[in-house]
């Protein structure tokens, strides 16, 4: 059972345009919910969270679009560039306990330049 | 360095071989974990400490596998009588509280392959 689905699988965008990552959770006690950036050969980095009582949460060209009763959300890059071309991770947690993340299965972002 | 540190980074072993992996943490995180990426999908939990205490086991940490934080320090994860299946990126991360959330910061990973 997949807790944290993750759309889609692969994306390709020119450069200046909008990239958008969309990903569903099925556990309501699910209250944290952070997307990580991967390059080949490296370890996930965080990129930008958000806890489920606001509906956005915006850092720089990066942007996180919150649906609790939906139970979805999903990463916006604006003006993507090429350096931006990695996998990108959504997962959720439950803060309190072990709080372990439970990762979507990612997407391949490609930025042409 | 103040980030996390994974070593080795790459491990080749042959089928039935132990093998040990080690993750320096960010200094005065208390809490690591341990995850399994898989070519193609995104980690999945292992195992995770707090301080030397190893609170929580994935159903994915079979008895082949044993992790240990001695000290609350560093921690090391090693698999006995390795399998194919083993074959993965093996990542180790450390936690701080910031603002009421949680940031796992990751390692850059070992990767394993059993032939």
């Known amino acids: 059972q997949q807790q944290v689905k993750q759309s889609p699988q692969s994306l390709i965008v020119q450069k200046g345009g909008i990239s958008i990552i969309n990903c569903a959770y099925e556990?309501?006690?699910?209250?944290?919910f952070p997307w990580y950036q991967q390059f080949p050969g490296k370890g996930p980095a965080l990129l930008i969270a958000?806890?489920?009582?606001?509906s956005e949460k915006k850092e720089g060209r990066f942007t996180i679009s919150f649906n609790k009763s939906a139970k979805q959300f999903s990463l916006h890059i604006m003006d993507s560039q090429p350096g931006d071309s990695a996998t990108y991770f959504c997962?959720?947690?439950?803060?309190?306990?072990?709080?372990?993340?439970?990762f979507g299965k990612g997407t391949k972002l490609t930025v042409n330049p | 360095d103040t980030g996390v540190s994974q070593n080795p980074r790459h491990k080749i072993t042959k089928r039935g071989q132990n093998v040990t992996f080690r993750c320096d943490p960010i200094?005065?995180?208390?809490?690591l974990y341990w995850y399994r990426q898989t070519l193609g999908q995104g980690p999945e939990f292992l195992t995770y400490?707090?301080?030397?205490?190893?609170?929580?086991k994935s159903r994915l940490l079979s008895d082949r596998f044993s992790a240990e934080r001695p000290k609350g320090s560093f921690s090391t994860l090693e698999i006995q009588r390795t399998e194919q299946g083993d074959s993965a990126m093996y990542l180790c991360?450390?936690?701080?509280?910031?603002?009421?959330?949680?940031?796992?910061?990751f390692g850059p990973g070992t990767r394993l392959t059993v032939l």
């Open positions: 991360a450390s936690r701080e509280r910031r603002g009421g959330g949680d940031t796992q910061y």
């Open positions: 556990n309501t006690a699910f209250d944290y």
């Open positions: 958000i806890r489920p009582d606001v």
């Open positions: 997962a959720a947690s439950i803060q309190g306990g072990s709080e372990k993340l439970v």
């Open positions: 200094s005065e995180h208390n809490r």
């Open positions: 400490f707090q301080n030397e205490a190893q609170l929580e």
